[in-house]
């Protein structure tokens, strides 16, 4: 379109061109006719020559402006004209240019067609092969693979035959387990105890006792365990078996040849569903001992001292329990119930005999005829909510304990006339978290126990209940509380405890005005800081005559560590020492308000099993 455009532009131009010269003379012969009919035709007016020449030079002076102008445009047209014929001619040379290109382009693309298609089954060919090549390649990776698995059952099997981690036995796994310990302790108070600290026994500065340090070195606590799990469809049934030697029988001591008998520890039977529906029974940690997984058995958080009887403020008792409990919401909320074997413990002064609640042991029922028995009523019922929300261990726990006493109100009498029961329903609450920090690298755990009755559920043994004067039952009121810090880095496992158990207060007055119950401002302690002689041998030391001493609290730091000198494939080899400060303070009396305070040191070397 513009090429025909600038040819008809060109056209004009041409045309007009031819005519300005045709127009030029037609002019000019115009003018020549005009003066020469003047000079044929005589007017009245002859005008003179001279205003003809002006008139005639006006007209060229007109006509040459006119020429001027129409060679100005003519010029400029030119330009435009040579403009667009220089662009039409690029124009054109481009087109050239790309008709080339595009039938070089045809001839490439003919050739790649032909190429192609000469190639066509070629390349069908090389993709079969290379498919094939993959698919080769797959199998040899996959029979690799296939035999490294069957070397690395090999090599499993084979470690199983010579070093099985657990006994196969009637399709029971059994798994042994333990450690061997040689452990000493040291106290700047002497107890009479062994390796276990009595900490309600603490002696007050005056006694003998107090005046002399002690030293203590055993292998009793070395252990021993046994777990058994058979697997079913949807469920494992089995049970776990743990021993130690801290137990004194009639012929045990320390002259040769330390013949301390083995004690059960835990033996219990377990019943548990794939879904987590779980029966436990026998004897094991009660269900208010923390634990750190679910309610699940073996994951208490018990602390690494080295002392058996571990710390004031740590709630347990490991006794008969039938526990039955589930899990919700995927494994976050745990709860359950536990009944638990009863045991009622006495404490206070002053009171008369006009009751009783238990007996000493009958070897004829097999029991310890050395020790003092309640007469139960009833199981402690436990009852327990853990939730597990992602970080975390957090439960909450609800005791409730039935006692009971005979009553003699006319204990004077030959005949005891009108004795009556007279029963009792304690109870209290825990509340325990625990908390894991980088990965487990350290960890803090809080944990309480408040209510009444509860004094035997803490490592100090206080009394769960005293009498009034009439001889029914006075439960007091306990407070148990842990806090815990536990940390460790590389080989060394580091621990902190500082926790107390309380025992309150139950003073009352008999008919005659006498003080009677525990911790009674009117009992005297005015003894308390007088040593006496030995009461009878070497082998008694003097009593503290006028002292009363009723325990309020039992308070200690714990700090210690574990180093582990090797761990592995064949078991573990430890060392550890512990430090442990320790406070007794007693409820004021008459005379004053004692205190007794005892520094220990504890070492152990252990190996246990892998």
């Not at 455009?5 to 300005?20: D, F, G, H, R, V």
């Not at 590389?490 to 119950?517: E, F, I, T």
């Not at 550890?576 to 005892?598: C, F, I, S």
Request: charged share 15%.
């Amino acid at each position: 379109m513009n090429h025909r455009s600038n040819k008809l532009k060109a056209l004009l131009l041409t045309c007009l061109w031819l005519t300005i010269p045709t127009a030029t003379h037609y002019i000019l012969a115009q003018s020549s006719d005009k003066t020469t009919a003047s000079k044929h035709h005589v007017a009245p007016n002859k005008p003179s020559i001279e205003s003809l020449a002006k008139q005639v030079r006006a007209q060229l002076q007109q006509q040459q402006r006119e020429n001027d102008q129409l060679k100005q445009q003519l010029q400029e047209r030119d330009q435009q004209l040579q403009q667009a014929l220089s662009a039409a001619q690029q124009a054109q040379a481009a087109a050239q240019q790309a008709q080339t290109a595009a039938q070089e382009a045809q001839a490439a693309a003919q050739q790649v067609q032909a190429a192609s298609q000469n190639n066509k089954e070629n390349s069908e060919a090389v993709i079969k092969l290379q498919n094939a090549v993959q698919g080769l390649k797959a199998d040899t990776e996959a029979s690799k693979q296939t035999l490294a698995s069957v070397k690395q059952d090999q090599i499993q099997i084979k470690k199983a035959a010579l070093n099985p981690d657990t006994i196969s036995y009637k399709g029971i796994e059994l798994t042994p387990g333990g450690f061997l310990a040689a452990e000493t302790a040291y106290r700047q108070r002497a107890t009479g105890g062994g390796l276990n600290t009595p900490f309600n026994a603490i002696p007050f500065s005056a006694s003998a006792l107090a005046r002399q340090s002690e030293f203590v070195a055993t292998g009793r606590q070395s252990r021993f365990t046994l777990n058994a799990v058979g697997k079913m469809h949807d469920a494992t049934i089995g049970g776990y078996y743990e021993a130690d030697f801290l137990n004194a029988g009639s012929t045990s001591n320390n002259n040769e040849s330390n013949s301390y008998p083995l004690r059960q520890r835990q033996m219990w039977a377990r019943y548990q569903r794939t879904s987590g529906f779980t029966i436990v029974g026998g004897q094991m940690w009660s269900l208010l001992t923390l634990t750190t997984n679910g309610f699940e058995n073996k994951s208490e958080a018990i602390p690494f001292t080295i002392d058996p009887q571990y710390t004031p403020g740590f709630i347990w008792v490991r006794q008969y329990g039938m526990r039955i409990y589930d899990n919700f919401l995927n494994k976050k909320v745990f709860a359950g119930i536990s009944l638990e074997n009863p045991q009622m413990t006495f404490g206070g002064h002053g009171f008369s005999n006009n009751f009783t609640f238990g007996s000493a042991g009958n070897p004829g029922g097999l029991l310890n005829p050395d020790a003092n028995y309640s007469i139960n009523m009833a199981p402690d019922i436990i009852a327990k909510v853990a939730i597990e929300p992602g970080f975390g261990h957090y439960e909450v726990s609800g005791i409730a304990m039935f006692l009971r006493d005979r009553v003699y109100p006319e204990a004077s009498a030959k005949a005891a006339t009108g004795a009556y029961d007279d029963s009792k329903v304690a109870g209290a609450v825990e509340g325990a978290a625990w908390f894991p920090f980088k990965k487990g690298l350290y960890n803090i755990a809080f944990r309480g126990l408040y209510g009444q009755s509860v004094g035997r559920y803490g490592s100090s043994g206080l009394p769960d209940t005293t009498v009034h004067p009439d001889g029914t039952l006075a439960p007091l009121r306990n407070l148990i509380a842990l806090g815990s810090l536990e940390f460790h880095p590389g080989k060394l496992d580091v621990y902190y405890y500082y926790g107390g158990d309380y025992a309150g207060r139950a003073a009352y007055l008999n008919p005659s005005g006498q003080p009677v119950g525990y911790g009674s401002p009117l009992f005297s302690n005015s003894g308390c800081d007088t040593e006496t002689p030995p009461s009878s041998s070497p082998y008694g030391p003097g009593i503290l005559s006028s002292c009363t001493g009723d325990t309020r609290a039992l308070t200690a730091h714990d700090v210690g560590f574990w180093y582990n000198f090797y761990r592995g494939s064949k078991g573990r080899l430890v060392y550890g020492m512990q430090y442990d400060y320790m406070q007794r303070k007693t409820w004021a009396g008459v005379g004053g308000q004692p205190e007794a305070v005892e520094n220990m040191f504890w070492s152990s070397f252990r190996y246990y099993l892998p």
